[in-house]
């Protein structure tokens, strides 16, 4: 079969500034694949889709028998390496490439995981497809994804509601899907999986700690990341907009009742036994 090229206009909405990967640091199996561990044989092969800096994959490494993860950033997939290291883990490798091509034969993994890709990707129905392809019989997908849309927050601040809004924007102009979360198990039926279950749970950012850390990344990131880049390419905010909306982050993360929470929907299909 040909291989069909990556969708056009698609982009990576957070980009790789410090702030971002910092946050993706602090990620782990324990709380970002809970709803996958107890499903997790500890001779399987698991490929983590979109692996980031690595955290969660050294995590599913410490319960597999092996785990590839996969990042279409170099960078990441350098860090990712020396992540592993670090830990002293040798049953965790890393490569670059596609969600949309993955360079494995057929039926290569019983495990396919990816936590918060889907939302960046134009097509993610093609994307879980694939993962089907090098899924053995009966193997399982298992993704996670935040739902925009569930976010509340309080006090409210109105340039955080504004915030909400550019975020949405800039992610469909992105190819991506903010309120990825919600379609989740549509997609996941529709990319050929059965047996599908699906859960949720909630993020919180309701004390000192985690309302600063919160609100201090998201401030930076509306001035100086990628975000920041596509909204004012993208022509849906300028430079005193995004200042204005950085200053709200931070009034609200120094409310001591300040509230912040949002769903994550967690699915998990099987590939059938006999796959079409």
Not at 15 to 23: A, N, W
Not at 31 to 57: K, S, W
Not at 154 to 167: K, T
Not at 208 to 228: C, H, I, N, P, T
């Amino acid at each position: 079969m040909p291989q069909l090229p990556e969708p056009g206009g698609e982009r990576y909405t957070h980009g790789y500034h410090p702030v971002v990967v910092g946050s993706y640091t602090r990620r782990s199996a324990e709380v970002c694949a809970a709803f996958l561990l107890p499903r997790l044989r500890a001779d399987a092969r698991v490929l983590d889709l979109g692996c980031g800096p690595g955290t969660i994959t050294a995590g599913l490494a410490r319960r597999c028998g092996q785990v590839v993860g996969l990042d279409r950033s170099p960078e990441m997939v350098d860090a990712a390496r020396d992540h592993a290291a670090d830990c002293g883990l040798d049953n965790a490798t890393f490569e670059v490439g596609s969600a949309y091509e993955l360079p494995w034969d057929d039926h290569r993994f019983d495990v396919v995981y990816a936590h918060q890709v889907l939302q960046h990707l134009s097509d993610p129905v093609r994307a879980l497809r694939e993962a089907r392809r090098v899924l053995r019989a009966g193997g399982l997908v298992a993704v996670r994804d935040s739902d925009y849309g569930t976010m509340v927050h309080a006090p409210v601040q109105p340039a955080i509601e504004r915030w909400r809004e550019l975020y949405h924007l800039v992610a469909a102009a992105n190819g991506g899907e903010a309120d990825a979360g919600r379609f989740l198990q549509s997609w996941v039926m529709q990319a050929g999986f059965v047996d599908v279950e699906t859960t949720v749970d909630t993020t919180v950012h309701a004390d000192a700690d985690s309302r600063s850390a919160w609100g201090e990344m998201w401030a930076v990131r509306v001035l100086d990341s990628d975000f920041a880049r596509h909204a004012q390419t993208h022509g849906l905010a300028d430079q005193a907009e995004l200042q204005e909306i950085s200053d709200a982050f931070r009034r609200w993360a120094a409310q001591p009742d300040g509230f912040w929470a949002w769903i994550n929907a967690q699915v998990i299909g099987t590939r059938p036994e006999r796959d079409k």
